[in-house]
């Protein structure tokens, strides 16, 4: 486990890469399946410790009704067999993966288009003339490990900016995780 922090080329405003993935219900998805304010695009994975940590976090989110949670695996799954598509499908029958999507990126391409380099990489976007624009990305909370329990959820907080139509004006540095581990 080697810890990375995101440095991102996307900046608040840029207009959110598109992409085309299939989702491990055996739907493929692109931005357009979604019709929501606050679309919350999190590159994450099964394997890795600071992932995991957020799943409850995230899992709460996606059940809000005018949040979308994304989440996307671009993870080498046959070096990381905890990855696979497969591994990805029992997370989500178990509900310890309850987000609105759960997708895999298997070139990694829309990871790199996005800029994501860890796991997990949070990017909220908020809907502008019909098109996703960026409003924040950084870190989900002020937990700085996996075994640390949060008391500040800065996602929430950048998440009532999108829906009151304010602009995100907290920067608690990159978000932190694993690396990706790229195919």
Not at 5 to 27: H, I
């Amino acid at each position: 486990m080697a810890l990375q922090e995101s440095d991102s080329e996307l900046e608040t405003g840029d207009a959110a890469p598109d992409f085309e993935l299939p989702g491990v219900d055996g739907e493929t998805y692109t931005l357009d399946s979604f019709d929501t304010d606050a679309l919350l695009v999190v590159f994450t994975c099964n394997h890795c410790p600071y992932a995991q940590a957020k799943f409850d976090l995230l899992n709460d989110i996606a059940d809000e009704d005018d949040v979308t949670v994304v989440g996307i695996n671009a993870n080498d799954a046959e070096e990381y067999p905890e990855d696979s598509v497969e591994k990805m499908q029992e997370f989500v029958e178990t509900g310890r993966v309850d987000y609105d999507a759960y997708l895999r990126d298997e070139s990694a391409d829309v990871a790199r288009a996005y800029g994501a380099v860890c796991t997990p990489d949070p990017f909220l976007f908020r809907r502008e003339d019909g098109e996703y624009r960026l409003a924040y990305h950084a870190r989900l909370d002020d937990a700085m490990g996996p075994d640390e329990e949060a008391s500040e959820f800065y996602i929430r907080q950048a998440i009532d900016a999108v829906r009151a139509d304010e602009p995100v004006d907290i920067d608690p540095g990159p978000s932190r995780g694993c690396g990706i581990k790229w195919p």
